[in-house]
Every structure is written in structure tokens, then in C-alpha cells.
């Protein structure tokens, strides 16, 4: 376990949080945090993990000012995904998860192409719902987190294995949070 692991797994904790808080300042957090994850995953020969970092740094940048748009006074609002658009994007991820890990399984050396290639295509979709201010994108955290766990663990990565049972938690109170807020008025995608 390296000190970078360690500091990216401590600037994750403190980004989910704040996101289940609906602050926006839970950007600058995720932004270090994707940044130094994309040495610790390519160390591992995590490839999917590692490329996803770079995604995320960008989709942060963009959720960044949307969420700066749409916030006030009691944070950032949320709502829920329309049954077609939940129908829509379940049918893209998990195409473009069997398309990722096929090419990473074939291609590349990694040595978990299929759960890493599920969590980086569950992660992509869930970050860009979360952007998006979705209450599904929980939903996909947690499926993310309960893959996550076993399969950091099994690469010796146990502190973003721990940071990652701690993100279950936070991410069953993200749930809680914005199903609570979205309550208060529905958003359609």
C-alpha cells in the first residue's frame, strides 16, 4: 500500500461525502482524487480503473459547472430518471461494459478485464447521472462498490478496498439523502 493510495483513497472519502451532501464543493476532492487513483490502478494493472480516472477528471470538470449552474440557497437539486431513460441507459452500459472488457480481455494484459471493465462502464454511467443530479446514479454506486471491494481487495489494494466498504455506506446515505430531496420535486432527464 503506497502513501499515493492512501492520500487518493482519503480525498475520495471526503468527495462522497460531500456529494451526499449536495455540495459542490465535493469537486476539487474528486479531482485529486481521480488524478493520483490513476497511478495507484495503473500500478495494479487495473487498466479499465486507470483510463476511467481520466474520464472521471473530465466529467468532474463538467459536473462541476453544472451543478454551480443549478444550485441555491439548499444546495443542488435532484430528481429522478424517466422509466425510458432508465431503460435507455441500463441497455448502453451494459453494452459498452461486454464491448470494454472484450477488448481489454483480448488486448491487454489485465488481470480482471470483465469486473474491472463492469466497474469502469457502471462507474461512467453513474458519473455522468450523478452530473446529471439523478437519483439512480446511487443506485449504481452501490452495484459498483459491491464489485469493488473483492476485486481490490484480491490485488493487495486494501486501503481503496476499505475506502470502498466506507463508500457503500456513504452511498446507501447518498440514496437516502437525494431520495429525500427528490421528493420535494421531480426532475425528468
Excluded: C
Excluded at 473530465?58 to 430518471?81: E, H, I, K, T
Excluded at 439523478?134 to 476499505?162: C, H, K, M, N, Q
Amino acid at each position: 500500500m503506497s502513501y499515493i493510495e492512501w492520500a487518493a483513497a482519503a480525498f475520495v472519502l471526503v468527495n462522497v461525502a460531500l456529494v451526499a451532501l449536495r455540495s459542490v464543493w465535493n469537486y476539487p476532492f474528486a479531482l485529486v482524487a481521480v488524478t493520483l487513483y490513476a497511478f495507484v490502478f495503473f500500478e495494479a494493472k487495473l487498466y479499465s480503473d486507470m483510463l476511467l480516472q481520466g474520464f472521471f477528471f473530465a466529467l468532474n470538470l463538467y459536473g462541476w459547472a453544472a451543478w454551480m449552474r443549478a444550485r441555491d440557497d439548499s444546495g443542488v437539486p435532484v430528481g429522478w430518471m424517466t422509466r425510458r431513460s432508465r431503460v435507455g441507459w441500463g441497455i448502453a452500459t451494459i453494452a459498452a461494459w461486454f464491448g470494454w472488457s472484450f477488448v481489454m480481455d483480448r488486448h491487454t494484459d489485465a488481470v480482471a478485464p470483465w469486473l474491472d471493465g463492469a466497474i469502469a462502464m457502471l462507474s461512467i454511467t453513474a458519473q455522468w447521472l450523478l452530473a446529471r443530479r439523478r437519483v439512480e446514479s446511487w443506485f449504481l454506486w452501490i452495484l459498483v462498490d459491491l464489485i469493488a471491494v473483492p476485486l481490490f481487495a484480491s490485488r493487495g489494494l486494501y486501503a481503496t478496498s476499505a475506502v470502498y466498504v466506507v463508500l457503500l455506506g456513504l452511498s446507501i446515505d447518498g440514496l437516502i439523502q437525494w431520495r429525500r430531496a427528490a421528493a420535494t420535486g421531480r426532475l425528468a432527464l
